[in-house]
Nanobody, 115 residues
Framework: QVRLVESGGGLVQPGGSLRLSCAASGFTFRNSAMSWFRQAPGKERELVAYISNLGVRTTYADSVKGRFTISRDNAKNMVYLQMNSLIPEDTAVYFC????????WGQGTQVTVSS
């Protein structure tokens, strides 16, 4: 079955960096676009970044453009989110997701940006 496992979250000071990882299994990873979403307390889940199956196309939420970078390694079935210049508003649970064809989500990893 489809399985997505996120890791790499934690507590970081404003201006710091984190790299999230998502290990995928149970589907043909190289054929599937991947996304990162986040959900802050009391807010709707929002799309943060998207990457096409071969990594040629990426898109970002306006709020993270220039600070976050999504990437993937199709040989390892991994997708990553490099987050730089973190701000308190980035605090949320971050999820990776795939549509194959139903939507699947990981369990999420908490990112807290605070001094």
């Amino acid at each position: 079955q489809v399985r997505l496992v996120e890791s790499g979250g934690g507590l970081v000071q404003p201006g710091g960096s984190l790299r999230l990882s998502c290990a995928a299994s149970g589907f043909t990873f190289r054929n599937s676009a991947m996304s990162w979403f986040r959900q802050a307390p009391g807010k709707e889940r929002e799309l943060v970044a998207y990457i096409s199956n071969l990594g040629v196309r990426t898109t970002y939420a306006d709020s993270v453009k220039g600070r976050f970078t999504i990437s993937r390694d199709n040989a390892k079935n991994m997708v990553y989110l490099q987050m730089n210049s973190l701000i308190p508003e980035d605090t949320a649970v971050y999820f990776c997701a795939v549509k194959v064809p139903l939507d699947y989500w990981g369990q999420g990893t908490q990112v807290t940006v605070s001094s």
